[in-house]
């Protein structure tokens, strides 16, 4: 059974830092990416940061030089490191891993954990 465990939420004041950890289990799979993608409330769920089994990272604009992500596929952990985080930055945000399976991508999400950026 696939689990995706994330940690390191919380409350932070503006223009501080956060860093989440995300261990996955059971994936028998190839791994294409793991990464983050966040949703706030009334939101779509969006793409925050990736990184590709070979090491290609991906970021959205929102978060390019503020936000890192790295990882090991291979133990199948990524983190994310968040500073000069803005109250725009509050939402849940997922762990997700994607996965080569019988020549499909399939989506692994964990369950989440709140980042709540307010003064």
């Known amino acids: 059974q696939v689990q995706l465990v994330e940690s390191g939420g919380g409350l932070v004041q503006p223009g501080g830092s956060l860093r989440l950890s995300c261990a996955a289990s059971?994936?028998?799979?190839?791994?294409?990416?793991m990464g983050w993608y966040r949703q706030a409330p009334g939101e779509q769920r969006e793409l925050v940061a990736t990184?590709?089994?070979?090491?290609?990272?991906s970021y959205a604009d929102s978060v390019k030089c503020r936000f890192a992500i790295s990882g090991d596929n291979t133990k199948q952990t990524v983190y994310l490191q968040m500073n000069s985080l803005k109250a725009e930055d509050t939402a849940v945000y997922l762990c997700?891993?994607?996965?080569?399976?019988?020549?499909?991508?399939?989506?692994?999400w964990g369950q989440g954990t709140q980042v709540t950026v307010s003064s």
């Open positions: 059971g994936i028998m799979d190839t791994i294409y990416h």
């Open positions: 990184i590709t089994n070979g090491g290609i990272i």
């Open positions: 997700n891993t994607r996965v080569w399976s019988a020549g499909f991508m399939r989506d692994y």
